[in-house]
């Protein structure tokens, strides 16, 4: 899906499955019909452009209130304000809600998040208190995304677009990676951290991380992400 839709699109859980929604045109059904096979249709007569804004809903994890600029903060708690575009990362995947779980458990401290996507990771760990904050993404679309969700949040973060497997991930307390299970794998031996929350990868998959002892584990649909301390 990424591949065939690099501008988005949406997961939603239905029971044990996930559906994945497209909103595209006649072109982009017959992509889906010859990667897929079988697809269904349904059609949306205007302003379907946008109508994955139908699926940026907020979430509430904790203290914080996590959703679009078209919505309205939950009374109480933290807002964090993300305006995705074309990047990952509305706060509504189990991977980021698992790994938001985790950060508000953790002793405050300096943080990087390696594939910030949206920013979303990196923006709710300013506003629980860790800092200084940097976010990294290999994407344009990612750090441009990140920087204008920051601003929209108004906490203060080094954005920087690097590739994390290729150049050196700055040192900081606390580093964060909701990638694939390759990339976090190999990730590892490249942190200077304490501590690494890492996530995108299915509860089935076991995660060793070359440096670090495994301390615990927390699963969502499927999903897990899991929390390591320096060996
Ligand atoms: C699954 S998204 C996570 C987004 C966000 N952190 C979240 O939890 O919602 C993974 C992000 O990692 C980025 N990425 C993948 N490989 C990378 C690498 N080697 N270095 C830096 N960023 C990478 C992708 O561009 C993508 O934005």
């Known amino acids: 899906m990424v591949e065939l839709f690099p501008a988005g699109f949406a997961e939603e859980s239905r029971g044990e499955a996930v559906e994945l929604v497209a909103f595209t045109d006649e072109a982009g059904v017959r992509r889906m019909e010859e990667t897929f096979g079988e697809v269904g249709t349904a059609a949306v007569l205007s302003g379907w452009e946008d109508e994955w804004r139908r699926f940026h809903v907020p979430v509430l994890v904790g203290s914080l209130w996590v959703g679009p600029p078209w919505a309205e903060p939950a009374p109480g708690l933290t807002p964090v304000v993300i305006d995705p575009g074309r990047a990952f990362g509305t706060g509504g995947h189990a991977t980021t809600r698992l790994c938001l779980e985790l950060l508000h458990e ?8 390696v594939g910030c996507g949206s920013g979303v990771l ?8 860790f800092g200084p904050v940097v976010a990294l993404d290999l994407d344009e679309a990612a750090v441009e995304a990140a920087r204008r969700n920051a601003a929209l949040t108004a906490v203060e973060l080094e954005v920087r677009r690097l590739d994390a497997l290729a150049k050196p991930v700055p040192a900081a307390d606390i580093a964060l990676a909701n990638l694939d299970l390759a990339t976090v794998m190999d990730l590892a031996p490249r942190l200077a951290s304490r501590h690494a929350v890492t996530s995108g990868y299915y509860e089935s998959e076991p995660v060793t991380l070359a440096g670090f002892r495994h301390l615990e584990r927390r699963c969502r649909d499927s999903w897990a992400a899991d929390l390591f301390v320096r060996e």
Do not use: H, M, N, T
């Open 122 to 129: 990196a923006i709710a760990a300013a506003k629980l208190g």
């Open 106 to 113: 953790l002793e405050r401290g300096s943080f990087v998040d």
